[in-house]
């Protein structure tokens, strides 16, 4: 008798019922929130219309928005499922088109920041390879891979353009004409995206050089070549799901920079769609995202199984426990760090950071260390009292993500179209649902980048889980009658906790930057809150002559990064004394 494929049809429930659900969130915006979708209508497509109940009615009769909320959905929906995606509310132009072309747009910067998101990652984790290969250990790719993690890309965006394309003149400054328009833009994409790759990577190829296999390979006389490929094979299934977020994320994170250069790409497509209220053209760029999200997943379970063969298929991926060593050189970097931005906020925290006192964009000097913004305002003052809200509302953001994560990530099968749907709706475009819904605020902005941000953690999750289940001491309790819940609480999660915290703390400095990049897009806090965001937003416009408007914010941005990862790199004496208890426990049996 042949078995109900359960799995498979979990699976298929799970992206189905998560893609409905964004769908309809999405066309149902107008009536979630307390704006009116004829008004908005009306003053984007009828300019010469007096806003008066006759017009407002025309409004609403051509939209159909008097059938309710349900009827319009639908209609639009089984019009989708045709191929037909209806008319833009404020264009009156066929939505396909225009989503096609700004989706071709947004795959070539894609392509381009994967590239070089692939080479600096290489280039991160190519001495954690060689050194692996010799047999020697050493965790982590260094300050360097942690700084390119912490850049904002919307801050390289603005850089380049005035290095670029103003000051030597190398680059065209915007526009999209031709594939030589994508350079810049896919450098301010890809060096983050690189960043967070090539950490992730050597880290995964550190912890691979460290089980006894590749001790037996080098006793054995193997190459360092074959001994690297070993490596690098163990290494990339770990990975590979991260990968695949990252670079779905290039697209769906690249609203601020395709603004910044003006690149009629998706996410800026669908960000002036979000803001206009023209609901069939936000929803047929959110579809695309998704449509990317699921592709990439695909792709990335694909090349996972096949990195690991048969061992994958069998369910008997070999996990070694290497419990790092605890040493107090460790703790330099970290406290030093927490010692910087302590001063920091501290100094800051000790000056005004409303007041208009000083001359506009007065440099750095004695009395002004940081110098003045454009209004006057103490830029030490405004940054210090914005380390407080933005580096403590991201750490609460990271832990509410990694909660949910776990959770997630423990349930595999019905987890996978929420993870897929959270990984393809960037930050930005969940900001604009809360805002349109909740209006802008901080308490938005970290709701936004909440809602999204446990897909890496939970996608982690479920690798670590299902090679957790893989050890011997592990497969063998269903056998003795322990309960599922019993070694999810008591086996499962106490092994991956480890590396789900540092993970969760190597997203801080991003989950920092989303906070920062929605202050910067109007999103997040609002004037004069001294958040990093509106201090870059409003620095933005004078970094070409005044650079300091943008130094304090962004040196803050990249501190707490450097914090967070040299933190999370600290191995916990009593964690480990618990893993070493473990590994003793059953060593004999293995």
């Not at 396909?96 to 990652?121: D, N, Y």
């Not at 070694?320 to 100094?347: C, E, H, K, N």
């Amino acid at each position: 008798m042949k078995r109900f494929p359960t799995s498979g049809l979990l699976v298929s429930l799970s992206r189905g019922g998560a893609l409905l659900a964004v769908v309809m969130v999405i066309g149902l915006l107008p009536w979630l929130s307390d704006q009116s979708p004829e008004y908005t209508v009306l003053r984007a497509g009828y300019a010469d219309l007096e806003v008066t109940p006759e017009a407002l009615s025309m409004v609403r009769d051509e939209l159909g928005l008097d059938r309710g909320p349900i009827l319009v959905f639908f209609t639009w929906f089984v019009g989708a499922l045709s191929g037909d995606f209806g008319q833009s509310w404020i264009s009156h132009a066929p939505v396909l088109p225009g989503t096609l072309a700004a989706l071709a747009v947004s795959v070539t910067l894609m392509i381009g920041a994967g590239a070089i998101a692939l080479l600096v990652a290489s280039m991160f984790a190519l001495p954690s390879l060689l050194r692996s290969a010799r047999g020697k250990h050493r965790r982590g790719a260094g300050l360097l891979a942690t700084t390119a993690t912490s850049l904002p890309e919307f801050l390289l965006a603005s850089l380049f353009l005035v290095i670029g394309a103003v000051w030597l003149g190398w680059f065209p400054p915007s526009g999209w004409l031709g594939v030589h328009y994508a350079v810049l833009p896919s450098l301010a994409m890809g060096l983050p995206a690189g960043g967070l790759m090539g950490k992730l990577l050597a880290d995964a190829v550190s912890a691979a050089g460290e089980e006894q296999w590749v001790s037996a390979w080098l006793s054995a006389g193997f190459t360092r070549r074959q001994i690297a490929l070993g490596i690098l094979r163990r290494a990339l299934p770990n990975v590979s799901s991260q990968v695949a977020l990252v670079v779905v994320g290039l697209t769906g994170g690249a609203v601020a920079v395709e603004r910044v250069f003006a690149i009629p790409g998706l996410g800026r497509a669908t960000l002036g769609a979000a803001t206009a209220q023209d609901i069939p053209v936000l929803q047929a760029g959110v579809l695309a995202l998704l449509v990317l999200a699921v592709v990439a997943g695909v792709l990335a379970a694909l090349t996972r199984r096949a990195l690991l063969g048969p061992a994958g298929r069998l369910g008997v991926v070999p996990v070694a426990v290497v419990p790092p060593s605890f040493r107090r050189r460790d703790l330099a970097v970290p406290i030093g760090a927490v010692s910087l931005l302590a001063a920091l906020a501290i100094a800051g925290m000790l000056r005004d950071p409303f007041t208009s006192a000083h001359s506009r964009l007065a440099p750095p000097s004695w009395l002004l260390p940081f110098g003045a913004d454009a209004s006057g305002r103490d830029l030490l003052a405004r940054v210090g009292h914005g380390t407080a809200s933005t580096v403590g509302t991201a750490l609460a953001v990271v832990l509410l993500s990694l909660l949910i994560g776990v959770l997630v990530g423990l349930l595999p099968r019905l987890g996978t179209g929420p993870l897929e749907v959270a990984n393809a709706a960037p930050p930005v475009i969940t900001g604009i649902i809360v805002a349109a819904i909740a209006g802008t605020s901080a308490g938005g902005a970290a709701l936004a980048v909440a809602l999204v941000s446990w897909a890496p953690l939970a996608a982690h999750t479920a690798a670590l889980t299902l090679q957790t289940k893989s050890l011997p001491f592990v497969a063998v309790l269903p056998v003795l009658g322990v309960g599922r819940g019993r070694i999810i609480v008591r086996h499962i999660l106490p092994h991956i906790a480890g590396p789900l915290f540092r993970h969760a703390m190597l997203r801080l400095p991003g989950t920092a930057l989303a906070l920062a990049a929605l202050g910067f897009l109007g999103l997040g806090a609002n004037p004069p809150s001294p958040d990093w965001g509106l201090i870059l937003a409003e620095g933005m416009a004078y970094v070409e002559r005044a650079p300091w408007t943008v130094f304090a914010p962004a040196s803050a941005l990249i501190l707490s990064s450097v914090l967070a990862v040299s933190a999370s790199s600290i191995a916990f004496p009593t964690l480990e004394r618990r893993r070493k208890r473990t590994t003793t426990n059953i060593s004999p049996a293995g």
